[in-house]
């Protein structure tokens, strides 16, 4: 028997983070009856020691090809007809896999789902002010489930008809944009997106994380579409 979901995780040099998304995931794939996938673009030994820790199946790309190539990759692998995509620096409270599965079973009609997306930034005093909300990829369509535009792949489902339908993630965009661009193209082909309120996650980043300038561009370029 195939398994419910494949949930699949690209990383890339970020064997801590991993680790933690990997220990709130892993045991809600397991009581579920869900596969575990770790897609390393570019592959690290503490990465395929932490997926072996958590029984997920470990996929590397021998050189790095991109967040989109990496979704392609476990996308190819998956054994589910429902592909469960998250970052690599997300942590997901108890209940956040049934909340998704649930909601796939009560909307067949829907070929896209996903959920609440927190900043959590941990050990850092930056705040985050204005409209656009903090540095990192979040997402806040309210406490209703509800249709909905763009959902992220920080926190998203996707059932392989939808895959069909839109065909395979562009490998050769850049980082930002890359899942929306497949989101249009899924829209123009006629596809349907379901927000539901209760498989929210937490998006983290832990003390003076270099990277958080350049998060910014990802907060305005999809903080425009959290209250969509």
Not at 6 to 16: G, K, Q, Y
Not at 22 to 33: C, F, R
Not at 132 to 161: H, Q, Y
């Amino acid at each position: 028997m195939p398994p419910v979901a494949s949930i699949i995780v690209p990383t890339r040099s970020r064997p801590a983070y991993l680790d933690v998304t990997l220990g709130s995931i892993a045991p809600q794939a397991a009581a579920a009856g869900a596969e575990v996938l770790v897609v390393d673009d570019g592959p690290l030994t503490a990465n395929r020691l932490a997926a072996e820790r958590h029984g997920a199946r470990y996929l590397p790309h021998p050189a790095p090809r991109g967040p989109n190539a990496a979704r392609n990759t476990g996308i190819a692998a998956a054994q589910s007809k429902l592909i469960v995509l998250v970052d690599d620096d997300v942590e997901a409270p108890p209940g956040w896999l049934q909340a998704l599965l649930d909601a796939a079973a009560a909307h067949p009609e829907h070929g896209v789902l996903g959920g609440p997306i927190r900043a959590r930034l941990e050990g850092s005093r930056l705040r985050a002010c204005g409209r656009e909300g903090p540095p990192i990829t979040f997402l806040d369509l309210g406490p209703k489930d509800r249709d909905a535009t763009f959902v992220w792949s920080a926190n998203m489902a996707v059932r392989r008809a939808a895959l069909d339908l839109a065909g395979p993630f562009d490998a050769g965009l850049e980082i930002y944009g890359d899942e929306e661009e497949w989101l249009r193209r899924y829209h123009a082909a006629g596809g349907r997106v379901r927000y539901v309120a209760a498989a929210g996650l937490d998006h983290r980043r832990a003390g003076p994380d270099a990277r958080l300038g350049a998060l910014a561009r990802a907060a305005y370029l999809r903080g425009r579409h959290s209250r969509r």
